[in-house]
């Protein structure tokens, strides 16, 4: 087993931001391999998120963000379970970030279920045309026409959306790893963009 050093814990800490027992564990459950232990607390991250989906989250923080030069706003609500979490400086920079990253990246839903079904089903049929007139054979048009789609889907779905300051990372990816850090179920409510000039 790799030796683990002081200086290769506070290095995935500042990769991950997670706790220094659990970088320590990690590291040695992964051989101090920096690249696999990142991977390792994403992993648990999922599983605490998992854990703490079906609980209530009643509490939380409207964040507010302004583009400068006043042109564009963003107001984002993000949930947890207590009040305690909601004042912590992590969950506020959290739904910061969120309302930047929505100013940037102007997505038009939250989750994949909660796209538009007629926005969905007008692109399948611009994509299924696309194929077909591509020459594409009939019987894989439909393979392609679900790739799109998903691609799609991760470009209007805010949790799908790789992370304005860090495209290695989605938005989901933040949000489990904050779960894991502060240990209770957090979600992002709704969220409201405006530019001056657009309905």
Same mark, same amino acid.
Request: net charge negative; hydrophobic share 40%.
């Given at each position: ?112 279920? *909660?796209?538009?079904? =007629?926005? #969905?089903? +007008?692109?399948? @049929? ?9 020459? &594409? ?35 989901? *990816?933040?949000?489990? =790893?904050? #779960?894991? +850090?502060?240990? @209770? ?9 405006? &530019?001056?000039?657009?309905?």
């Amino acid at each position: 087993m790799a030796d683990i050093t002081a200086a290769m814990v506070k290095e995935l800490r500042d990769r991950t931001n997670a706790g220094m027992m659990d970088c320590k564990k990690a590291l040695q459950e992964c051989g101090g391999d920096m690249d696999k232990a990142v991977d390792f607390l994403r992993q648990k991250g999922l599983a605490v998120a998992a854990k703490r989906a079906g609980r209530a989250t009643s509490e939380g923080v409207v964040q507010c963000y302004i583009h400068s030069g006043n042109k564009l706003g963003v107001m984002v609500e993000v949930n947890c379970e207590t009040d305690f979490v909601a004042k912590t400086d992590q969950f506020v920079e959290f739904a910061r970030n969120v309302a930047m990253h929505i100013a940037a990246t102007n997505p038009v839903c939250i989750k994949k279920e *909660d796209a538009p079904k =007629e926005v #969905v089903e +007008k692109e399948k @049929e611009i994509y299924r045309k696309q194929a077909l007139e591509s020459g &594409k054979p009939e019987h894989i048009v439909d393979k392609i026409v679900e790739g799109r789609i998903e691609k799609f889907l991760k470009e209007i779905c805010l949790l799908e959306q790789p992370y304005v300051k860090d495209p290695d990372l989605t938005i989901q *990816d933040l949000l489990n =790893e904050l #779960v894991a +850090k502060m240990g @209770e179920n957090i979600s992002i409510g709704r969220f409201v963009r405006f &530019k001056v000039g657009e309905e």
